[in-house]
């Protein structure tokens, strides 16, 4: 079987998406293709939470990388998924990623399992505010924060040759005075269950899972390719390097995703 015709036999395809669909769009991936962090690893929620230094270096980095962050445009990988759905066997899209770029490409529905980075919470009194109005914040609290030249990562902050954030204002809700964090599923936090429900739902109602970029290393995403992997639904993974479920696949491919998905463009028309 090649990926053509697993395709063609799908009529209620998933398509569950990882930081490696983004790339494409100039933000980087978490991991090389052994698996291995390729940069420091991201923040953990509980170290944010309890951590007055974390939140500091975490607000530094996300002023920096944020604004280029909300920048990337879709590429050839989101616009390929959008004309499938257009074609009506495309069912829905399950990302990783916070960044948006699926529903910037047009495509709808899309759960967005780790949240979204263009919004911030109050982690007490959950009032949800604009991110872009908090960068207006940061930018005015914190102007001498060097913008020299740095690596934007996959969860829309920046890497940044610095150990010492002692200087940087760490913003606090503007209703309760609560802990601010993105909207989105740090590492070590878990996803709401209904979110997790209802990507179980689709996947369930699938005839085919197509994984384009994750590795599967965390099991956010693993477990929606081991449940239809034990339903009898077909995998199939466009990654650079290894998977977690490499012995779950029916077929793996290891080029470029974009080149990959360009070439297929057509497939159910």
Known sequence: MNLQT???????????????????????????????WKRMPPVQHQDFMRSETARQRYWAR???????FMRAMPNAAHEVLVRWQSSGRLKGVITQNVDRLHQKA??????????????????????????????????????KLDSALFE????????????????????????????????????????????????????????GLLVVGSSLMVFSGLRFVRRAHAAGIPVVAINKGKTRADDLLSLKLEGDIESTLAELCDVFE
């Open 62 to 68: 996300s002023q920096l990388g944020y604004p280029e």
């Open 6 to 36: 697993f395709l063609r036999t799908k009529r209620k395809l998933l398509v569950l998406t990882g930081a490696g669909c983004s790339t494409g769009s100039g933000i980087g991936d978490y991991r090389d293709t052994s698996g291995h």
């Open 106 to 143: 047009g495509h709808q529905p899309v759960i967005d399992l780790h949240g979204r980075l263009d919004q911030v919470v109050c982690t007490q009194c959950n009032l949800t505010v604009s991110r872009d109005g908090l960068q207006l914040w940061l930018d005015r609290h914190n102007p």
């Open 152 to 207: 934007l990562a996959p969860d829309g902050d920046a890497e940044l040759q610095c150990d010492d954030f002692s200087m940087i204002k760490v913003p606090a809700c503007s209703s309760c005075g609560g802990i601010l964090k993105p909207n989105v599923v740090f590492f070590g936090d878990t996803v709401p269950g209904a979110i997790v429900n209802q990507a179980y739902a689709w996947v369930d109602g699938a005839d």
